[in-house]
Nanobody, 119 residues
């Protein structure tokens, strides 16, 4: 069973940047996808971004397009979420998740990392 470990969260001021990391305990994630999700207090979990391991294609929520960038390091089996121009509404617990091959759902989740953007 693959495990995912997030890191990189913290407290930042409005307009600042953070880079989240999601390290997978696997030698390869071929045919998988890795997604970032977030959940703010009192709100439902929402999709942020995803990357397809095989070709690096990406997808973003409209709310983060142009500010966040998802990328992958094939050698380290790690996915990054570079977050720029952060806003208070980006405050949430951020989770990475894995979608295995031939599946449409994300079935493996990390423990989460907290991001707080102060105004």
């Amino acid at each position: 069973q693959v495990q995912l470990v997030e890191s990189g969260g913290g407290l930042v001021q409005t307009g600042g940047s953070l880079r989240l990391s999601c390290a997978a305990s696997a030698r390869t994630l071929y045919n998988c996808a890795i997604g970032w999700f977030r959940q703010a207090p009192g709100k439902e979990r929402e999709f942020v971004a995803s990357v397809r391991w095989s070709d690096g294609s990406t997808n973003y929520a409209d709310s983060v397009k142009g500010r966040f960038t998802i990328s992958r390091d094939i050698i380290k089996t790690t996915v990054y979420l570079q977050m720029n121009s952060l806003k208070p509404e980006d405050t949430a617990d951020y989770y990475c998740a894995l979608r295995p091959p031939m599946r449409i759902d994300y079935s493996v989740w990390g423990q989460g990392t907290q991001v707080t953007v102060s105004s």
